[in-house]
């Protein structure tokens, strides 16, 4: 005889039961726990919305992503130049944990320190890529540097990788600390490296990067996922941030340019310990730039105006094409001509002029101190120590870059630098 309780058996009282059991301790995607929001955790992806992406250089959501299964989901209608998304926030160090699959055959992409200009059409210019692939299945020969998990065109990642097959999960790791980079995959450390050291800027310069000025020298940016012609599914992507560490750095060694870029045809060289500048047979505009970004700093440089002082200071400013430089100019100029002011290139023109009371601040033919303060959206410039401008602009708050010297056009410029030391914030 058969027991009946609320119109079930017993069997299904103990099968019932056991499915609650195992629901009770199946994982929980996308979610954090209460001991990773107290460690600062924070979830990119909620399993149900598209909340918080949007499209690479957009203010909307139209690339070829979905959510699907409590996964978000490229639906392979993507290519080389479109279908990214990137994330609202920006991420300067950090841990980034997520889980992936791809389809057999499959090619996407995690991409970090993303920065948008108008003209970037693609993030990867930019960013440096995890890359997301089927090695095994991949219809065309795939070097080291383009397999699973390397540092996309940079660094190749472990040989003894364990890799799940195509369309089964996989949990990996990036970590950014102060230019310390790994990767991981399943468990294991599969990429470790050093950001903006001599080898770095060596691999960025003689391989694919070669003509990208700015890729990879941003510190903080977008956190980008790609679409690259085939279905990826991603779930439980949490982040951390990590404390930036300042430091204190000489710009310039007295001996070399090393740690610098030279645009255009005008002359930059040192002799007698100096950094000197001079216009060339072109008369154009020449430009010494670092090859890495300095966001917030206080920096101090010791200028002398040999002949015609036409020269300045960028700052958060980088490389749009060929030698034209972009971001905002600290300048330095013969007198009566806003030495210690901000001039922005290529858009705005004057934000500060400096008072007319003030011109006889600058020491023709002398040696000046140029000291210069950038904090957020506030720029605060010296001259000989005098105060000269206390600025607060919402567009440069945004921006991130270089800090470049300037010759202008028209020729006939000299001026010697030196003390160029630059404290990190």
């Known amino acids: 005889m058969k027991i009946f309780w609320n119109n079930l058996t017993v069997s299904s009282v103990y099968t019932l039961t056991a499915v609650i059991i195992f629901s009770s ?20 992806f909620d399993g149900q919305t598209l909340n918080g992406w949007r499209d690479y250089n957009g203010t909307g959501l139209t690339a070829p992503w979905t959510v699907e299964d409590g996964t978000l989901t490229a639906l392979g209608k993507g290519d080389d130049s479109n279908g ?19 389809a057999e055959g499959g090619n996407s992409g995690v991409l970090y320190h993303v920065v948008e ?25 795939l070097e080291d ?36 980079v790994e990767h991981w995959l399943n468990g294991e450390k599969v990429v470790e490296f050093e950001a903006w050291t001599d080898d770095w800027f060596a691999r960025k310069g003689s391989g694919k990067w070669e003509n990208a000025p700015e890729y990879g020298l941003a510190h903080k940016g977008l956190i980008s996922l790609q679409d690259h012609g085939d279905r990826s599914w991603y779930r439980n992507l949490k982040i951390r941030e990590l404390p930036r560490k300042p430091k204190e750095v000489s710009l310039f060694n007295g001996t070399d340019l090393t ?51 036409n020269s300045g200071i960028f700052f958060r400013s980088y490389v749009s094409e060929g030698v034209r430089v972009s971001g905002w100019q600290v300048e330095v100029a013969p007198p009566n001509n806003d030495s210690g002011g901000i001039y922005e290139s290529y858009g705005r023109g004057w934000l500060v002029q400096i008072p007319d009371e003030k011109e006889n601040v600058l ?40 800090i ?22």
Not at 302 to 309: H, V
């Open 25 to 44: 301790c199946a994982p929980q995607h996308n979610t954090l726990t209460e001991a990773e929001k107290a460690a600062g955790w924070e979830l990119l």
């Open 84 to 102: 990214y998304i990137v994330t609202e926030k920006q991420y300067e160090n950090f841990e980034f944990i997520f889980d992936w699959k791809i």
């Open 117 to 141: 200009r108008p003209q970037y059409k693609v993030p990867y210019v930019t960013g440096p890529e995890f890359q997301i692939i089927d090695d095994v299945n991949f219809p065309e020969k």
């Open 145 to 180: 540097w383009q397999s699973a998990c390397a540092d996309y065109a940079m660094h190749v990642a472990d040989s003894a990788k364990k890799p799940k097959a195509a369309g089964q999960w996989n949990t990996s790791k990036i970590v950014f600390d102060n230019g310390h």
């Open 259 to 309: 740690g610098w870029d030279v645009y255009g045809t005008e002359k930059w060289y040192v002799e007698d310990g100096l950094l000197i500048c001079e216009s060339g047979p072109d008369k154009g505009y020449g430009y010494l730039a670092t090859r890495e970004y300095y966001d917030d700093f206080e920096l101090t440089a010791d200028f002398k105006q040999d002949a015609n002082g």
């Open 363 to 402: 020491k023709m033919g002398e040696w000046n101190t140029m000291r210069i303060a950038v904090k957020d959206d506030q720029v605060t410039t010296w001259l000989n120590d005098v105060l000269m401008v206390d600025l607060k602009d919402e567009k440069i708050g945004k921006a991130q870059g270089r």
């Open 404 to 425: 470049a010297l300037q010759i202008h056009d028209g020729g006939g410029i000299k001026v010697s630098w030196k003390n160029l030391k630059l404290k990190q914030l």
